[in-house]
């Protein structure tokens, strides 16, 4: 069956600091990888897409990496700000004659002063 | 349109009675996706097209669920015979191509009462 897990399911950190947020997934076959934050109430918006070939990609204070014969995904975030304050959610994409949309739980992130 | 767009934004019904959300791609997006959020959850996937063909339902959670997108645009998703369960946001995304980011709406955001 194809999954999406995220861990850790929720995380409060100090302002400042860094934190890392993990995705494992067991999607076959793979297309791609995406990382996307939703604010409360809002609709998801996209951080990073992956492919199979890339192991890293950065994005302002975002930084993906994928690990595609171990299925996993991290995303770090550096030097926190309040406006982190989200869940993050992998998505991850299975390419067949179409492609399936998997969604991972989410993670949600609170930065606190 | 400039992003995707989602009607109604709030709807309240009562047990039993038949709803219908509609989705506004982006326009000239190929592939149209349907999920469901309930509070605090990730989001959960329907339903997916590419242009007005249905490429998969697996995720409808049973029959009273249906979607469909004749022209290849608007997308309509049916609840018939609504249950309180089914009280959750309905987002519809949609993506230029298969492999291209999706772009998601602010959702549709359903009470069965």
């Known amino acids: 069956k194809n999954q999406v897990e995220q861990s850790p399911q929720s995380l409060i950190i100090l302002e400042g600091k860094n934190c890392t947020l993990q995705?494992?997934?067991?999607?076959?076959?793979?297309?791609?990888l995406r990382w996307y934050k939703q604010d409360t109430g809002r609709g998801p918006v996209s951080l990073t897409i992956m492919t199979f070939s890339e192991n890293t990609k950065s994005n302002g204070r975002y930084t993906a990496t994928l690990d595609a014969d171990t299925k996993q995904s991290s995303l770090h975030i550096t030097a926190s700000q309040l406006s982190d304050s989200a869940s993050y959610i992998c998505?991850?994409?299975?390419?067949?004659?179409?492609?399936?949309?998997?969604f991972g739980p989410g993670t949600s992130l609170s930065v606190i002063p | 349109g400039a992003g995707v767009s989602q009607s109604p934004r709030y709807k309240v019904t009562k047990r039993g009675q038949d709803v219908a959300l509609r989705c506004d791609p982006i326009s000239g997006h190929v592939s149209l996706y349907w999920y469901r959020q309930a509070l605090g959850q990730g989001p959960e996937f329907l339903t997916y097209?590419?242009?007005?063909?249905?490429?998969?339902k697996s995720g409808l959670p049973n029959d009273r669920f249906s979607a469909e997108r004749p022209e290849g645009s608007i997308s309509t998703l049916t609840i018939q015979r609504t249950e309180q369960r089914d009280s959750a946001m309905y987002r519809c995304?949609?993506?230029?191509?298969?492999?291209?980011?999706?772009?998601f709406g602010e959702g549709s955001r359903l009470t069965v009462l």
């Open positions: 995304a949609s993506s230029r191509d298969n492999t291209g980011e999706l772009f």
């Open positions: 998505v991850v994409i299975s390419q067949t004659s179409y492609d399936k949309v998997i």
């Open positions: 995705c494992n997934y067991t999607v076959s076959p793979f297309s791609n």
């Open positions: 097209f590419n242009y007005e063909a249905q490429q998969d």
